[in-house]
């Protein structure tokens, strides 16, 4: 069980007034707080040991070094990746999803297949419309169903032996469906294509398990997990790492260089040109030690709760849909009222001190499919509580009354 | 009326309000009384996409004045788009493209007009200072 105080003490921005209310932040799905633990280690950076890294021989240059070494061996035992340099720090999940499909701009050949399901955010749905208008492969599509769940056996027929890679999210951020991606990574290796995993939404509530997942690729995000914001992990397996080419070019990705010829370093430098966010990196490792010492079981328990409990207050309310009714769903909620347009909603209850996401969640396709502009989106994270939920639905009723 | 005087006009009445909600009440009064655009104009071209809501603008020139109707699928939205109206339509277009917006913050609107917000309100003034540019340059 979770203290709940204690967990909200640890979060300076939750003591917050917005508008004069106390703030109840329910945007977990665009981005989480911080811990003080994080914001220290930031500091902790700069005070004490900022110094380029795998440069310098000097000791604060090892140290620095040293520690953002520490942080990738943190996050490798975390996804249970079987090499440190097979975990590759970048910008956020953004990032990641570009090296890859920049990658992939060398191997695909016109006519090969990509494979997106429906559910996904623009940044797992664009990166690869461009990937396919340079090499002339095609974007294929899984569909869903009105639950917000993808079709399995319409999976099963789009995967063919001209699909090379499938691409998906584990959890997804408009509505929070858990999609059954153990089962589309084998299916995808068994027509020989490989996967990519954008774990973006589902890091926060859960440890993924890249060895036992055997996915090729898996990518998130650190703002989303307690962790600074431009920082974020690209998961590749070593031997898709060394396949594909490098994304920029740059210091540190060199082994050697003439004006003739360079050879490329070594894997994970070879993807990490440039100065990278040392003390992003570094702090990831700490929110990542946080996140588990919150422990994940506690984490999904109370966010279990809260979805429980959000949906019941929820539905109390006359007129209120919610969007993405998976069976396997986090603690999401996706939601319209007749007749009222999502922003009105968002905007009076921010006045009352609420803060949730209104529009189409860079997920234009999804909302195309239920016809509507756009919903509220309430994520919940572990250190929101019951009695915040209360209040949302309090602002909702109000913000309903003001405007039918 | 001139701009100006509109203005004024509408500085006046948001200052009979005590709060934000009163504020809010009142804007979506004005909202549900803005006339409809016509269906026929309610096109892609006069279409501007916010992230967050849709507006749309239609202006059309009678004699030496502009006279603009527009519509938005939200209804705060739609509340300022009438105050926008209430100012801007059947004005001359040199009048419309010296005026500035300052009134928007005196009643406590100035969030709504920031480029962040995305609801198509930013680009709405814009588009009304085009029509005028448009139809300045025409004459």
């Not at chain 1, 310098?56 to 996050?75: M, N, P």
């Not at chain 1, 109390?316 to 939601?335: D, H, P, R, Y």
């Not at chain 1, 509580?385 to 309903?400: F, N, P, S």
């Not at chain 2, 519509?71 to 926008?84: C, F, P, V």
Request: charged share 20%; aromatic share 8%.
């Amino acid at each position: 069980m979770l203290d709940i105080n204690k967990i909200r003490a640890d979060f300076p921005i939750l003591t917050q007034k917005v508008n004069g209310k106390p703030l109840v932040y329910f945007d977990n799905g665009a981005t989480s707080q911080k811990p003080q633990v994080v914001i220290d280690a930031i500091s902790k950076y700069y005070q004490e040991i900022n110094a380029n890294i795998h440069r310098g021989v000097h000791t604060l240059s090892q140290l620095a070094t040293d520690a953002y070494e520490t942080s990738r061996g943190k996050i490798q035992s975390h996804i249970n990746a079987k090499f440190a340099h097979e975990v590759l720090f970048t910008s956020g999940t953004t990032h990641g999803i570009n090296l890859v499909t920049n990658g992939f701009a060398a191997i695909l050949k016109p006519g090969d297949e990509i494979l997106v399901s429906a559910l996904e955010h623009h940044s797992n749905i664009v990166p690869w419309q461009m990937l396919c208008e340079k090499t002339g492969a095609v974007l294929r599509v899984i569909p869903m169903n009105q639950e917000g769940e993808l079709i399995m056996a319409e999976y099963d027929a789009l995967l063919s032996n001209k699909t090379k890679i499938v691409t998906v999210n584990h959890i997804s951020n408009a509505l929070g469906t858990v999609n059954p991606i153990k089962y589309m990574i084998d299916k995808a290796h068994e027509v020989g294509a490989a996967i990519l995993i954008d774990g973006a939404q589902a890091v926060p509530h859960l440890k993924p398990n890249v060895q036992e997942l055997d996915c090729d690729f898996y990518v998130f995000s650190g703002h989303k997990i307690c962790g600074p914001t431009g920082t974020g992990i690209l998961y590749g397996k070593e031997a898709w790492l060394n396949k594909l080419p490098p994304y920029q070019g740059g210091g540190e990705m060199i082994k050697e260089v003439s004006f003739e010829k360079t050879t490329y370093a070594e894997l994970p430098h070879k993807f990490e040109a440039g100065t990278p966010n040392i003390a992003g990196g570094i702090a990831l490792g700490t929110a990542i030690d946080y996140m588990n010492e919150v422990g994940f079981d506690n984490i999904q328990q109370q966010e279990k709760e809260l979805l429980h409990y959000g949906t019941k207050r929820l539905l109390e309310i006359e007129g209120l849909k919610i969007f993405g009714t998976a069976k396997e769903k986090t603690s999401v909620i996706s939601f319209n009222i007749e007749g009222i347009h999502p922003y009105d909603i968002g905007t009076i209850i921010d006045k009352l001190g609420i803060a949730v996401r209104t529009g189409h969640h860079c997920a234009q396709p999804i909302m195309t499919f239920f016809n509507i502009p756009g919903t509220i989106r309430a994520s919940f994270a572990f250190y929101n509580t019951k009695e915040e939920i209360d209040l949302m639905v309090a602002a909702v009723k109000k913000a309903q009354l003001m405007l039918s | 009326m001139k701009i100006k005087e509109i203005q004024e006009e509408i500085v006046d009445e948001f200052s009979m309000f005590d709060d934000w909600m009163e504020r809010y009440e009142y804007i979506i009064e004005l909202g549900k009384k803005l006339p409809l655009i016509k269906e026929e104009y309610k096109t892609e071209n006069n279409i501007i996409k916010g992230c967050q809501s849709k507006v749309w603008l239609q202006g059309e020139q009678t004699d030496d004045k502009i006279v603009f109707t527009a519509d938005s699928d939200a209804i705060l939205t739609k509340g300022i788009i009438a105050i926008l109206i209430r100012t801007f339509s059947n004005q001359k277009a040199s009048d419309i493209l010296e005026a500035d917006m300052n009134f928007i913050d005196e009643i406590g609107l100035k969030e709504h007009l920031s480029p962040t917000r995305a609801n198509g309100l930013v680009s709405m003034i814009k588009n009304i200072k085009m029509y005028a540019l448009a139809f300045n340059a025409q004459n």
